[in-house]
């Protein structure tokens, strides 16, 4: 029942994703944080169980962390990050699949317009994209984003459509997700933008 969504623009990418965690029809939280920074300029908004939600983002941000002490600093670009991802996921097909499915988005000075998006689900296929949604939010959201989704998008045009397609979601989704949180990556690194529900309160 998760939602993740994922639109790049001109200087960046805004990643959101509901904060409810319920299994069945039980409602354990409703300010979860389900977009795992990966690197100072990079992070994926995840979907699906929340052990291996948590399990998962744990396993790249912790590896690519490894991976950045042991280079002398060097940070993989977002290209690399999700190829690591997608990698790791068909990896685990064969042993104990992860069942989640991945939105990464994050920015690279070299890469021209600065944000880049990639799409993964839980059987490690990965795909550059302008603009994704995960879970039943594809069946809503998708026409949207591919109405009014423009390369010359800014981060004000960017957050608005993201907002357009929960506005959608809350008025024609059976389920009612009631917080979001909208993360922003541009060229001074990964940002909390605004949330429903403030993941630190515990």
Not at 121 to 141: I, T, V
């Amino acid at each position: 029942m998760d939602t993740v969504f994922g639109v790049s623009y001109n200087g960046g990418v805004v990643l959101a994703t509901d904060q409810v965690n319920a299994r069945s029809i039980l409602m354990y939280q409703q300010n979860l944080d389900k977009i795992a920074q990966l690197s100072s300029h990079s992070a994926m908004g995840v979907s699906g169980p929340n052990c291996d939600l948590v399990n998962f983002s744990e396993y790249i941000s912790k590896n690519l962390a490894l991976y950045e002490l042991s280079n002398d600093g060097l940070r993989l670009s977002t290209h690399a990050q999700a190829n690591f991802c997608r990698g790791e996921l068909a990896k685990a097909l064969r042993k104990g699949p992860f069942q989640v499915n991945i939105i990464l988005g994050g920015y690279d000075d070299k890469t021209p317009g600065g944000g880049s998006l990639y799409v993964m689900d839980y059987l490690g296929s990965c795909a550059k994209a302008n603009y994704g949604a995960q879970g039943y939010a594809s069946n809503f959201c998708l026409s949207i984003m591919d109405r009014d989704w423009d390369e010359n998008l800014n981060e004000e045009q960017a957050v608005t459509l993201v907002e357009k397609c929960m506005k959608e979601l809350q008025m024609r989704f059976l389920i009612n997700q009631s917080n979001f949180i909208i993360k922003v990556i541009d060229k001074e690194g990964v940002r909390t933008l605004k949330f429903g529900a403030d993941p630190a309160d515990n």
